[in-house]
């Protein structure tokens, strides 16, 4: 859009000579660094295990919902007990993002465990809701502690995680698109390719010749 407007610009002034050259980039066959679903259910068994529920999570409702880190920082009890949250764009358009089920029973089960009643679900240490680096910066110890690469632990890899789950389990991209608050569903449609790791795995299992 800005190098149509300044090529316009430049025709207007008689410099055509000087018109931008369109770069057009060519996208990858394959989706990159999505952590892949073995090691998604390989690290919340591990989380839960050693009793790192508050991390359990933060994993799981990243990787079952759909939620940029952002929004997840935002959500509160009062959100899973309704079993949805809505969110309001700069728009005014309204992305409804579902807590599954399963999901909303088994955190209800831990905040009462908690005695946490209401307010925001993921607080740091100070009592503040706690920042996105922080979750970033604390996944990658997690990564390193489990023996998981960490290039794919970070939370928007678990926003690519449910929506690849998401489609293989589904096939409506339109709905996939609203859920993932894509304008969009060209964006969406990259969670059809596979990983570099799967599209190895489909060769080696299919090709015998």
């Not at 946490?116 to 993921?122: E, T």
């Not at 502690?145 to 890899?157: G, Q």
């Not at 690519?160 to 969406?188: P, V, Y």
Request: aromatic share 12%; hydrophobic share 35%.
């Amino acid at each position: 859009m800005r190098l149509r407007a300044i090529n316009c610009y430049l025709e207007s002034i008689g410099k055509e000579n000087l018109r931008l050259k369109f770069i057009r980039i060519q996208q990858k066959s394959f989706a990159e660094k999505v952590i892949s679903e073995a090691d998604y259910d390989y690290f919340k068994t591990r989380l839960k295990e050693e009793g790192e529920l508050y991390w359990y999570f933060i994993i799981r409702f990243l990787a079952a919902t759909g939620l940029r880190v952002n929004e997840l920082i935002r959500l509160k009890v009062e959100d899973v007990k309704t079993g949805h949250l809505d969110i309001y764009s700069k728009g005014g358009k309204v992305r409804r993002i579902y807590i599954p089920k399963l999901l909303q029973e088994e955190t209800l089960f831990w905040l009462g465990e908690k005695h946490q009643k209401s307010g925001f679900l993921f607080l740091n240490r100070y009592g503040s809701p706690i920042t996105s680096r922080g979750i970033s910066g604390q996944l990658k110890k997690y990564a390193v502690r489990y023996h998981i690469d960490p290039e794919v632990v970070y939370p928007h890899s678990f926003r690519h995680r449910f929506a690849k789950n998401f489609i293989e389990r589904s096939n409506d991209i339109a709905f996939l698109a609203d859920l993932m608050g894509h304008e969009n569903i060209e964006t969406t449609r990259v969670y059809l390719r596979k990983t570099g790791a799967e599209q190895k795995e489909l060769v080696d299992r299919i090709i015998d010749w």
